[in-house]
């Protein structure tokens, strides 16, 4: 049976109501007539989304929407992606194929709760491959993946979602060379959670795509987040295993059959600006990151941050953390007399100092203003 998922059920709970989300994961949005806008062929798309024809679509998704994110990826055409109703839906269906009761899975925490919840739900033997601040870095340790491996009794299923949510992390190529070869000898399945992809702030440390690299690889992405469209809940999951693919598509029968038509022709125009999109977003991400690098600086003596080096989140901590002084207590009472909403760690079934940020959000200076007077007058 699946726990109630906290995350979620803070922001149906403050989402609408808040003055200001300053945690939200993912970018700023647009309209659909924005949306149309950036594409050159302007009057095309329109009659496209026009004519759409509105009964069911094919179950794998748009062979279009699906070749257009297939040339996302190198190796990767539309066979070898399968569309979903948001990247949530891939998850579940994900699992619901590959995992049976007392398999071995591996998942980075702390994590989006879905990605390890639904495994332990499913009957899973869940070990948690925890990611440490260093200091100075948020880091994996891949001698400690390596460890976990040696002790499956069958080739057991890695889950890790890179660039990392909460708390901005991005492994660099190396670690992620050594993350293929360690699944690549213990025949492990690797579910990478890509949805920050593109939201890095040097593009030169942009990872290649798990489904590029290697053959067991399943590579999640969605339209939320680097993109910022939300409401059109396409997500995708694209890799070089056709009969893991089949499994899930088998799944995705008793789920949501087909994904919106609208939604698919809407997502066709934004993949195709991809380029254009996100790197307005990483702007932004950079752009908000250097205001709240200010803030901390400021008030470094309150709290501690390490800068994020991909998406759009970071994941701060208040010093000398207490009852009294917990992040839960900070965004309760921030909340009450600002109308900020931040996303204490215990959402995330984490120390208690610690708390999300969101960095893709155009009124985020506007925001940190207002929060930054309210520590002032606590005198905090």
């Known amino acids: 049976m699946l726990n109630p998922f906290k995350l979620e059920r803070y922001f149906a709970q403050h989402e609408f109501s808040a003055r200001f989300l300053l945690c939200t994961s993912d970018c700023e949005s647009m309209t659909v007539g924005e949306l149309l806008a950036l594409d050159q062929d302007k009057d095309s798309n329109t009659i496209e989304l026009d004519s759409t024809w509105l ?45 049976e009761s007392g398999d071995p899975v591996i998942v980075n925490t702390p994590c989006y709760q879905s990605l390890q919840e639904i495994p332990r739900s499913l009957g899973a033997s869940v070990m948690p491959w925890q990611l440490r601040n260093n200091g100075k870095r948020w880091e994996l340790d891949l001698a400690c993946l390596g460890a976990m491996l040696e002790k499956t009794s069958k080739p057991p299923l890695v889950i890790l979602n890179m660039p990392h949510n909460p708390t901005g992390a991005l492994m660099s190529r190396e670690e992620f060379a050594e993350l293929i070869r360690l699944c690549r000898l213990h025949g492990a399945t690797l579910l990478m959670d890509e949805v920050y992809r593109y939201l890095e702030r040097d593009a030169a440390e942009r990872l290649p795509a798990a489904c590029e690299a290697y053959e067991k690889a399943v590579s999640l992405s969605v339209l939320s987040k680097a993109w910022g469209l939300a409401g059109l809940r396409i997500g995708w999951l694209a890799s070089k295993d056709s009969q893991l693919l089949d499994k899930v598509a088998s799944v995705k029968d008793y789920n949501s059959i087909c994904a919106s038509a609208p939604s698919e022709t809407l997502a066709l125009a934004a993949v195709r600006q991809t380029a254009v999109i996100t790197a307005k977003n990483r702007q932004l991400c950079a752009q908000n990151t250097a205001l709240f690098r ?51 760690g215990s959402h995330y079934s984490f120390d208690p100092a610690y708390f999300r940020i969101g960095l893709g959000r155009a009124a985020t200076g506007e925001a940190l203003g207002l929060f930054d007077a309210w520590l002032d007058s606590k005198r905090l």
């Open 55 to 99: 009964g069911y679509t094919e179950s794998r998704g748009n062979p279009a929407l699906r070749q257009t994110i297939g040339g996302l990826y190198e190796g990767i055409d539309a066979d070898a992606v399968l569309l979903h109703s948001g990247a949530e839906e891939a998850i579940l269906n994900f699992c619901l194929a590959t995992i």
């Open 294 to 344: 200010q803030f901390f600086e400021k008030h470094e003596n309150y709290f501690g941050w390490i800068p994020p080096v991909a998406g759009s989140v970071a994941f701060p901590w208040i010093r000398n953390c207490t009852a009294q002084a917990s992040a839960d207590r900070l965004a309760r009472e921030l909340l009450e007399d600002t109308g900020i909403l931040l996303l204490p």
